[in-house]
């Protein structure tokens, strides 16, 4: 079976108002990701996926989309995504756009007139639903961004559904004509010439059509989002969802090689059925399981184990460490155990993602209560939700604002952008970028790590160890130390003989081992094998 770029190549998500400013605002924009393709080239990335460029009145900073054929004059003109897209490709590199088809903003002309008036043609475009008796919301479905799911319209006298702000209504997926005009904005993408999407909440699209309360969460815990509250069985990941995702599939079909990630949030059993019967709907559900999975190393042994034997018959895996919805990796389980993520995230089987300013180490940037701009912060203040402190303009250099803009950001830099920027990583050969770098170099260079097979080799309180396989080609062996504190690997399992090509230590490569490996804490190493 031939390998497809979306097998074989490495995905950067981009948050455009983070990444790079060309025009003094204080936000990145499109220029300003074109002249950082250089440094993506540079890194070995092969695939962008740039978080959403449309016109929006920024409720949820992209999200809430009120033309999605066009490009905000914040990111830029049409004629610069023209040329981003050329530039990109001009690079062998391919552009993933983030596609929103679950809601609209509030401002979108189709809900401006649906809200209009009860018989508007497009009333039924969206989720509307009387009041009960008492005038209580039709049901109890929650917002993801906390309160209830249901707004109430003073002029037409109904409520309308919104899984997330009251700014982003819930289309109604039910309604073919939403569908034929969803599948149009795909067409328009795809014949300028995009790789692919990313589809956001693929799993929200379709709601029970009965519209029954969702249960209580008996697992809930006070310092939990309000939304978890109840188990979202009737609001989400309804069986008809799938009908709507092999569409979206027959028109990527159409084109050449084209590509469609599902951002679904369920446990593995449930993600994996969207691939569909005979992989038909999405190339790659995204996998989250290493946002949550606790870092120990049996843990994750265990659930790369459960998701390799889960996977069906070609569906191709594909592994996440981080995005823009997330706490950082780094800040998460440490700068020194970030260097094994790293390992971890670039030797496993399936196409990885990284999220901009991972491959330095970025962390999560403390933003002062006041300064708070997410809407899931700010709607549930208690609960520490904000998404800010992982959306922070990326750290180039030692120049005012990090190089990232001439004026104010955004979002205040971290504090230590001085010392922790991408310019003085490039010059210091031990840095994480130059790690990110040689993982990348190496896996591209491997079939055996690019595409080929995983096997499980060892687990236990603190190491990981897997091997990767190509037939007839070399072999690897990826030991990971998990724990902060040294061991000492030797197993039964397989048989240790080969030569240490990269490591999270760099003094470590091109060293020899046999029979054991001894590793200090927050250290991995990858070992070609002698043998095949
Ligand atoms: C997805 C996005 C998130 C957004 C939400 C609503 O989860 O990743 O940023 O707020 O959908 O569109």
Redesign the pocket.
């Known amino acids: 079976m031939k390998n497809l770029w979306w097998q074989t190549g490495i995905i950067y998500q981009i948050y455009p108002r983070s990444y790079q400013d060309s025009n003094g605002d204080g936000i990145g924009d499109l220029q300003g990701i074109i002249q950082r393709l250089d440094y993506l080239k540079w890194l070995g990335i092969n695939i962008i996926w740039i978080s959403p460029i449309y016109p929006s009145p920024m409720a ?1 900073f992209g ?1 809430d989309i009120s033309d999605y054929t066009g490009i905000h004059p914040l990111f830029g003109t049409m004629e610069d995504f023209d040329k981003l897209l050329q530039q990109i490709h001009q690079r062998g590199m391919k552009l993933v756009l983030d596609l ?1 088809p679950n ?1 609209t903003s509030d401002q979108h002309p189709w809900f401006i007139e649906s809200r209009s008036s009860k018989d508007n043609p497009k009333r039924d475009w969206y989720i509307w639903k009387d009041a009960k008796p008492d005038g209580s919301p039709p049901n109890n479905w929650l917002s993801v961004f906390g309160g209830s799911g249901w707004e109430w319209d003073e002029k037409t006298g109904q409520y309308y559904y919104h899984g ?1 702000l009251k700014e ?1 209504p819930d289309l109604n997926w039910r309604n073919p004509k939403v569908q034929q005009a969803m599948l149009d904005v795909m067409r328009f993408w795809l014949d300028k010439g995009v790789d692919g999407f990313r589809v ?2 693929m799993w929200h699209m379709i709601k029970d059509d009965q519209f029954r309360d969702n249960p209580p969460n008996p697992d809930y815990q006070q310092h939990m989002s309000t939304y978890d509250q109840l188990l979202p069985v009737y609001s989400t990941d309804q069986p008809e969802v799938h009908d709507i995702v092999k569409k979206m599939r027959r028109l990527l079909d159409e084109y050449n090689e084209r590509m469609m990630i599902g ?1 679904i949030y369920l446990p593995i059993h449930k993600l994996v059925t969207y691939y569909g019967i005979e992989t038909k709907e999405a190339h790659m559900p995204f996998n989250f399981m290493l946002l949550s999975t606790p870092w120990q190393a049996a843990t994750i042994a265990a659930a790369v184990d459960e998701y390799e034997g889960l996977l069906p018959k070609d569906g191709w895996p594909n592994w996440v460490l981080g995005n ?2 997330q706490p950082r990796i780094t800040s998460r389980v440490g700068i020194q155990q970030a260097r094994v993520a790293a390992m971890l995230l670039l030797t496993l089987r399936g196409t990885p993602t990284i999220y901009y300013g991972d491959e330095i180490g970025a962390l999560d940037v403390p933003i002062p209560f006041d300064e708070v701009q997410d809407p899931q912060g700010l709607n549930m203040p208690d609960k520490n939700l904000s998404r800010d402190p992982a959306r922070t303009p990326m750290q180039w250099s030692g120049e005012p604002n990090g190089g990232f803009s001439t004026s104010k950001p955004w979002l205040r830099l971290h504090r230590a952008w001085e010392r922790q920027n991408v310019t003085l990583q490039k010059e210091d050969p031990y840095s994480m970028l130059h790690l990110h770098r040689r993982l990348i170099q190496l896996r591209q260079k491997e079939p055996a790590l690019m595409h080929g097979n995983y096997a499980p080799v060892f687990s236990d309180h603190q190491v990981l160890a897997f091997r990767r396989y190509a037939e007839g080609d070399k072999s690897f062996l990826i030991v990971l130390n998990l724990s902060h504190r040294p061991c000492y690997f030797k197993t039964d399992n397989i048989k240790i003989s080969g030569t240490i090509v990269v490591a999270t230590l760099p003094e470590l490569e091109g060293t020899a081992v046999e029979d054991s490996i001894n590793l200090g804490g927050d250290e991995g190493v990858i070992v070609e094998l002698a043998y095949k």
Do not use: A, G, N
């Open positions: 949820d999200y929103v809601h997330f982003q956001d909440v951002e823009h919805d």
